[in-house]
C-alpha cells in the first residue's frame, strides 16, 4: 500500500478496514477524490479468516483488505499507510488538515473516521497471547469454530452481558462454565436459566490461562484449581481509536451499553462536529466486518450529498454574483457570454 498522498482531497478517510474503504469506494465511484490513511493494525488481524459475511466467508482478513484497496484505486482512490495523530478545521473554515506522525499533512473538505478499535483485554497471564485462536470474543465471528469444545465465558464486564454471553456459547457447545472471575456470582432467575442450560458457575479469581501443545488446556484459579476448557470466550473492553480528534473537539465517550468508548454519531455517520463522519467499529463497537462495511457505505453517500450541496451553493453564488466591473448586462432572456 503506497499511494503518493497529494496535497488535499474531497474526503480523507481515516483507516482502512471495511468500514473505510467501503466509504472510499462510495466516494471515488462518484468521481471524488478520494484518500484512505491506514496504519496498518487491523483489529482482526490475529484471526484466521473473516466470517459471518456472504460470499466472502473464511477469507483472510488480509486478503479482503487487499482486494478493497484494489477496488478503491480501480475507481481513481489513493490508498495511503500512515498514521494519522491530528486534525484540525483550516483558518478559512473551509475544511480541515489531517496531520500525520511521518510529519506530511493533507487537506480534506470532509473526514470520515473509520479507525476501528482497540480490544482492551483483562490482564491475566496466557490470555492475550492465545488472542484471536481459541480466546474469543464474538459467537458470530468465530463461534463455528469452537463448536462442540469445551468453553469457558470469562466474566469481564457487567455480569448481565457475561450471562448473555454465555447463552450466546451454549448454542455451540454442551459444555460451557461461565468463571466470574471474582464477581458475585449470577442470582434469582439469572441463576436458575444458567441452571436449566447446564451452564455451571465457577466462582474465584482467574489467574492464569494455561495452554499446552499450542492449544489451551484450563483457567487456573487463584487457589490452584484447574478448570479444563479448550476455548476461551472473553469481552474486551472496547476502545475507539479517536484521540486524533481531540484537536477538532471530538472526543470519546462511554458507551450507554458499559462495554467501552466511542465517538456517538447519527444514523448515516454524521457527528457532532460539522464536517466530520464516523462509520464501522469507531461508533459501532459490536458491528462486524458486513455491518462496518455498510456503514462505510452509507457515510461514504451521505457525505458526497453534503458536498454536492456545498458545490451547489457555491454555483449558485457565482451564478447570481454582479457581472465584472464595466461589463455589461446579457439581454434578457438570454445566457450570459461569460461562465458563471
Do not use: K
Request: proline content about 6%.
Amino acid at each position: 500500500m503506497g499511494d503518493r498522498l497529494e496535497d488535499g482531497y474531497d474526503v480523507v478517510v481515516v483507516g482502512g478496514g471495511a468500514a473505510g474503504l467501503n466509504g472510499a469506494l462510495m466516494l471515488a465511484r462518484s468521481r471524488r477524490t478520494v484518500a484512505v490513511i491506514d496504519a496498518g493494525a487491523p483489529r482482526n488481524a490475529p484471526a484466521e479468516g473473516v466470517h459471518g459475511l456472504l460470499a466472502r466467508d473464511g477469507m483472510a482478513p488480509g486478503e479482503l483488505l487487499e482486494r478493497g484497496r484494489a477496488e478503491v484505486r480501480h475507481y481513481g482512490g489513493h490508498a495511503v499507510e500512515g498514521e494519522v495523530v491530528g486534525a484540525r478545521r483550516d483558518g478559512d473554515g473551509d475544511g480541515f488538515t489531517v496531520g500525520l506522525a511521518d510529519g506530511r499533512a493533507v487537506r480534506a473538505r470532509r473526514i470520515l473516521v473509520a479507525a476501528g478499535l482497540i480490544d482492551e483485554l483483562p490482564d491475566i497471564p496466557g490470555l492475550a497471547e492465545r488472542w484471536g485462536r481459541d480466546v474469543v470474543h464474538c459467537p458470530y465471528c468465530h463461534g463455528w469454530e469452537v463448536r462442540d469444545r469445551a468453553i469457558g465465558v470469562l466474566a469481564t464486564g457487567p455480569m448481565p452481558m457475561a450471562v448473555h454471553q454465555a447463552h450466546l456459547f451454549r448454542q455451540l457447545s454442551a459444555s460451557v462454565v461461565l468463571l466470574t472471575d471474582g464477581r458475585p456470582a449470577p442470582s434469582g432467575e439469572q441463576a436458575e436459566e444458567l441452571a436449566a442450560r447446564g451452564i455451571r458457575v465457577v466462582e474465584g479469581e482467574v489467574a492464569a490461562v494455561e495452554a499446552a501443545d499450542d492449544r489451551i488446556a484450563g483457567l487456573r484459579l487463584a487457589d490452584g484449581t484447574m478448570v479444563a476448557r479448550e476455548a476461551v470466550a472473553v469481552a474486551p473492553r472496547m476502545r475507539a481509536r479517536a484521540g486524533f480528534l481531540a484537536g477538532l473537539g471530538l472526543h470519546p465517550v462511554e458507551h450507554p451499553m458499559g462495554v467501552g468508548e466511542h465517538i456517538p454519531a447519527e444514523p448515516d455517520g454524521r457527528t457532532e462536529v460539522e464536517g466530520v463522519w464516523v462509520a464501522g467499529n469507531t461508533t459501532d463497537l459490536s458491528a462486524q466486518v458486513g455491518a462496518a462495511a455498510a456503514a462505510g457505505a452509507a457515510a461514504g453517500a451521505r457525505i458526497n450529498a453534503d458536498l454536492i450541496a456545498e458545490d451547489t451553493r457555491a454555483a449558485l453564488a457565482a451564478y447570481r454574483a454582479p457581472f465584472p466591473a464595466g461589463g455589461e448586462a446579457p439581454p434578457s432572456g438570454r445566457a450570459p457570454l461569460w461562465p458563471a
